[in-house]
């Protein structure tokens, strides 16, 4: 059995495993998780609650004791079931937490059987210090130009017109899982704060350094995902692109972007209801009435003059000027298209 010391997350793909395992129990992989790894927790959350109980309670002798016997219970279920088809050459990286029993004892019993086994050094532990290094202690090395403009000036989709064109992108929003906005919720909800700067970490190992890269413009904030620190101030010191279009042009791409919503009155309804604290109950009424009668495109633009675009405009003030402006009085598909192809050639 290996063990693996990783002084970049990139060392992990480079280590060679087939697969990668993390033992821990269900709750704590959902919160966060080495990208590409499988869950085969060898205590389930109720089982590690129990064994916590018993070494605190008991002895710790006791704890050990009855956690080897959950232990080997589980191996045995994962050895028949999620690697019964799994043949001698097969190579697996295993971890939990820190590095401890858990990941110990389940590499002990893979290795037992003939596997090539890595077993992870520090666990789970050492590769989330890693991830915070990079966004929250590093500076960052990449070169950002963002994208930025006042609601429905089709922004996340000229970034992603963008990545066709062959440019490098950052899609904050598709990482935190939210449209950054009262009305951006997804389905599935958003991933932990843990997991969002995961996938942060992952998608900018990806990315050469030497090239630029396009992000969309947002507060610190993502839904309830904040955007680490290192990340966060190379943004507030990127060159800038804004968009402008006008407001019918831009009632039309969100009663678009937005079509979740129209089939969804109920939670429609709720999230104007969220207004309350900022617009006066006869401004909420008409909001209803608008989103009662269907008229979508009438509400998105009622929205964005009373609502988005005041406190766009205050945020706008703050910054220095863009160093491109561009007016379109088209926000369709086949326009951003071209567009992202203009600032492909343009901006290198």
């Known amino acids: 059995m290996k063990s693996l010391f990783i002084r970049d997350t990139s060392d992990i793909g480079a280590c060679g495993a087939d697969t990668i395992i993390d033992v821990r129990s269900p709750a704590e992989y959902a919160e966060d998780h080495i990208p590409g790894a499988i869950n085969l927790p060898v205590l389930s959350d109720v089982e590690r609650a129990q064994v916590g109980t018993?070494?605190?309670?008991?002895?710790?002798?006791?704890?050990?004791?009855?956690?080897?016997a959950l232990v080997a219970q589980n191996a045995a279920f994962h050895l028949k079931n999620a690697l019964a088809d799994k043949t001698g050459e097969w190579q697996p990286?295993?971890?939990?937490?820190?590095?401890?029993?858990?990941?110990?004892?389940f590499a002990s019993i893979l290795d037992q059987v003939g596997w090539r086994v890595q077993l992870l050094e520090g666990g789970y532990r050492s590769y989330r210090r890693l991830v915070v290094d990079t966004l929250y202690?590093?500076?960052l090395r990449h070169r950002i130009i963002l994208i930025e403009g006042g609601t429905g000036t089709g922004k996340t989709r000229l970034l992603h017109h963008l990545a066709e064109a062959g440019e490098q992108i950052l899609d904050l929003e598709g990482l935190a899982n939210h449209r950054g906005s009262l009305f951006g919720k997804q389905t599935g909800g958003q991933p932990s704060q843990k997991m969002f700067e995961t996938r942060l970490a992952e998608e900018l190992a990806g990315l050469d350094p030497a090239r630029l890269i396009w992000i969309e413009a947002e507060s610190s904030k993502v839904g309830a995902r904040i955007i680490p620190g290192a990340l966060w101030h190379a943004m507030c010191r990127a060159e800038r692109i804004e968009i402008k279009s006008t407001l019918s042009a831009r009632a039309r791409f969100l009663a678009?972007?937005?079509?979740?919503?129209?089939?969804?009155?109920?939670?429609?309804?709720?999230?104007?209801?969220?207004?309350?604290?900022?617009?006066?109950?006869?401004?909420?009424?008409?909001?209803?009435?608008?989103?009662?009668?269907?008229?979508?495109?009438?509400?998105?633009?009622?929205?964005?003059?009373?609502?988005?675009?005041?406190?766009?405009?205050?945020?706008?003030?703050?910054?220095?000027?863009?160093?491109?402006?561009?007016?379109?009085?088209?926000?369709?598909?086949?326009?951003?298209?071209?567009?992202?192809?203009?600032?492909?050639?343009?901006?290198?």
């Open 54 to 68: 018993i070494y605190k309670q008991v002895s710790s002798f006791t704890a050990r004791k009855v956690g080897a």
């Open 93 to 105: 990286l295993v971890y939990c937490w820190r590095g401890g029993q858990r990941s110990g004892s």
């Open 137 to 139: 202690h590093q500076p």
């Open 256 to 348: 678009q972007a937005y079509r979740d919503l129209t089939v969804n009155v109920d939670r429609l309804h709720h999230q104007i209801d969220q207004l309350r604290a900022f617009h006066s109950a006869a401004t909420l009424a008409l909001w209803h009435d608008m989103a009662k009668n269907s008229d979508w495109e009438g509400l998105a633009a009622a929205l964005v003059s009373t609502h988005y675009d005041p406190r766009y405009a205050k945020s706008a003030a703050r910054s220095e000027l863009p160093v491109k402006q561009l007016v379109l009085d088209d926000l369709d598909d086949e326009k951003l298209a071209v567009v992202a192809q203009e600032l492909s050639r343009e901006f290198k």
